[in-house]
Nanobody, 124 residues
């Protein structure tokens, strides 16, 4: 079992930045590829970014490429999402998720564990 807790969400103006954190407890963190997903009201949950177990590989949705950066610190059992140049369409609940796999998955059903989510609201 892995427990995930997100933090760092909030209200920010368009063009601003936020850094989301996700801390894990339970099984060794380095066993898991990690992902960030988001879900806006009335929409399906969508992949935002993923990072491999070691942190050597990352993958981004086209909508956030060049603006968001995912990173991890296995010594701290944490994964981060640095979000820059935020847009109103980035408004959503952001979730981190853990996948006991070598490769980075972009579909939600691949992930085994999920956090409760943190709200990000970008005002125009």
């Amino acid at each position: 079992q892995v427990q995930l807790v997100e933090s760092g969400g909030g209200l920010v103006q368009a063009g601003g930045s936020l850094r989301l954190s996700c801390t894990a407890s339970g099984r060794p963190f380095s066993y898991y590829a990690m992902g960030w997903f988001r879900q806006a009201p009335g929409k399906e949950r969508e992949f935002v970014a993923g990072i491999s177990r070691s942190g050597s590989q990352a993958y981004y949705a086209n909508s956030v490429k060049g603006r968001f950066t995912i990173s991890r610190d296995n010594a701290k059992n944490a994964v981060y999402l640095q979000m820059n140049s935020l847009k109103p369409e980035d408004t959503a609940v952001y979730y981190c998720a853990a996948d006991n796999a070598v490769t980075i998955a972009t579909i939600a059903v691949r992930y085994d564990y999920w956090g409760q989510g943190t709200q990000v609201t970008v005002s125009s």
